[in-house]
């Protein structure tokens, strides 16, 4: 036999009496700065108010003596300041109140309460029932209508308890419309986030598709004919056709790295890259790679080591400015220098001058992406002209963790 709806219904019986309480609810008044600053001083002028006339009722009709009456009306007025922070704490002061209101009552009486103890119960009830789980509603509602049955007369006792279970349903019904606009807006809001996502991988599956069928095309033109090139133009000399081989082999390159940037851009994630990502160990191939294409670079000295995503950001830089040196100041020296000091990589890559490189077609975002990886490592970039050629230098921190992550 399945018993988990009777050890939800102890569980909820064991929270109307001694468990915790609801979040508080404080309603905003942002809108309404003059009733926000002037709320409390009439909040509390009104609960002495309901106080006076509560003791006043008693101390006329229950003919209870003073201290008697007082100490009711305190009772009686006592949810009222916790109802919202504190519903069931304000419940259980309620039900207190609830049996001890009948004190000294005329047996006649049909209401066995005051007229500002049955306000008092009501609005406790219509704040709990939307405040409050189901299960937890059911125990209220019963324990609340047990007053009923003992002090009510029989003549009356319909009418009252159906007035207490109107209260208890209106209050849940309004607990449930609250819930389902809130889930409802929550629905829409990933709604909007998904077609958002949806949008942002459509657009990065468009543009992997562009680059495959554009770029990656011409790059493998590129290795196909500079690794046939030798067997198509006959006899070439051997430095040429090592020439040929680096140029193959520097396409072939490419379009590996081409190839793990389209997978990227086409997962729905950011996963890290199936392939080790280059780092400061790589920059002195990098530069031997370079001085075979046919540049004259030099690298002053061995880099330092460096966490993983200041070495790729090092080594990107680098990339990118000695091929804005072969582009832009062909036969220029180059000189690439690393340097580590007070926790700080400096990155250094001068050229000497050369004469003009031909007009490019188009300007390109090489400088651009070179700062946009300091920054994002809270580092610096800059470059400009020097006296005898151009300079490219960056500081990155070595404590800087990869924002990718």
Do not use: C
């Amino acid at each position: 036999m399945d018993t988990s709806p009777v050890r939800a219904g102890l569980a909820a019986l064991r929270r109307v009496w001694a468990g915790p309480d609801y979040p508080p609810a404080r309603p905003s008044l942002r809108r309404w700065p003059r009733l926000a600053a002037a709320g409390p001083p009439l909040a509390l002028l009104a609960l002495l108010g309901f106080t006076l006339i509560t003791a006043q009722f008693l101390l006329d009709e229950r003919k209870l003596p003073t201290a008697t009456a007082w100490l009711l009306a305190a009772l009686t007025v006592a949810p009222l300041p916790i109802l919202l922070a504190r519903p069931l704490w304000a419940w259980r002061i309620m039900f207190l109140g609830q049996l001890l209101g009948t004190t000294n009552r005329p047996p006649t009486e049909d209401w066995p309460w005051s007229p500002s103890q049955v306000l008092v119960i009501l609005a406790v009830l219509v704040v709990v029932a939307v405040r409050v789980d189901r299960a937890v509603l059911a125990w209220l509602g019963l324990f609340s209508l047990l007053p009923i049955w003992i002090f009510v007369p029989r003549s009356n006792q319909g009418g009252v308890i159906l007035l207490f279970v109107v209260v208890l349903v209106l209050g849940d019904l309004v607990r449930r419309n609250v819930h389902a606009r809130r889930a409802l807006a929550e629905q829409a809001e990933r709604s909007e986030l998904e077609q958002a996502r949806r949008a942002v991988l459509e657009e990065r599956t468009r543009i992997a598709r562009e680059m495959h069928d554009v770029v990656a095309h011409h790059m493998s033109m590129i290795a196909v004919q500079a690794e046939t090139a030798p067997y198509r133009v006959g006899p070439v000399p051997e430095a040429a056709r090592t020439e040929f081989l680096d140029i193959a082999g520097s396409a072939r390159e490419a379009l590996t790295e081409l190839r793990r940037l389209l997978g990227v851009l086409r997962s729905d994630a950011d996963p890290a890259a199936t392939a080790p990502q280059p780092g400061m160990a790589d920059v002195p191939d990098l530069v031997a790679a370079a001085e075979r294409a046919g540049m004259a670079v030099r690298l002053d000295g061995p880099p330092p080591d460096a966490p993983d995503a200041v070495g790729l950001a090092a080594y990107r830089i680098v990339q990118e400015a000695l091929a804005n040196a072969a582009r832009h100041a062909p036969g220029a020296a180059v000189t690439v220098r690393l340097r580590e000091h007070d926790g700080v990589l400096a990155i250094a890559v001068r050229d000497t001058g050369g004469p003009p490189a031909p007009a490019q077609p188009t300007s390109g975002h090489g400088l651009t992406g070179m700062r946009e990886r300091a920054r994002l490592l809270g580092g610096t970039f800059s470059a400009g002209g020097t006296a005898d050629g151009f300079a490219v230098t960056a500081e990155l921190p070595l404590g800087t963790e990869d924002p990718t992550r």
